[in-house]
């Protein structure tokens, strides 16, 4: 890991978008040493902003990997799974416009 604050710029796929990526250290204790808050929200993610959006493309991850090879009756994963991104990504938008948190 790199120190607090540490960036790094890198580009995308297509090496046409900048990315910016932060490292932060973690000094993470054993997990022996942490079973009794496990599962316990802490702190830090109260400093988490999520606000999801629409995609500037849709389903670029798929366009750029193409057709699988694999078919589910007559049709191709890559096309299932552009009809459940699809369903999953607006049930997230509509949640999120709702305010509902799980």
């Known amino acids: 890991m790199r120190s607090d ?11 046409s978008v900048p990315v910016s990526i932060s490292f932060i250290e973690d000094k993470a204790r054993p997990l022996e040493e942490c079973l009794d808050c496990f599962w316990q929200k802490g702190s830090e993610l109260d400093l988490l902003e999520i606000n999801p959006r629409s995609p500037s493309v849709e389903n670029a991850v798929l366009k750029i990997l193409g057709d699988d090879h694999i078919s589910i009756g007559r049709d191709n994963l ?12 607006l049930a997230a938008l509509r949640k999120a416009a709702r305010g509902i948190e799980d």
């Not at 604050?5 to 090496?15: C, I, L, P, T, V």
Request: proline share 0%; glycine share 18%; charged share 25%.
């Open 78 to 89: 890559a096309v299932l799974l552009k009809k459940a991104y699809g369903i999953a990504g």
């Open 5 to 15: 604050g540490a960036e790094e710029e890198s580009k995308n796929h297509s090496g």
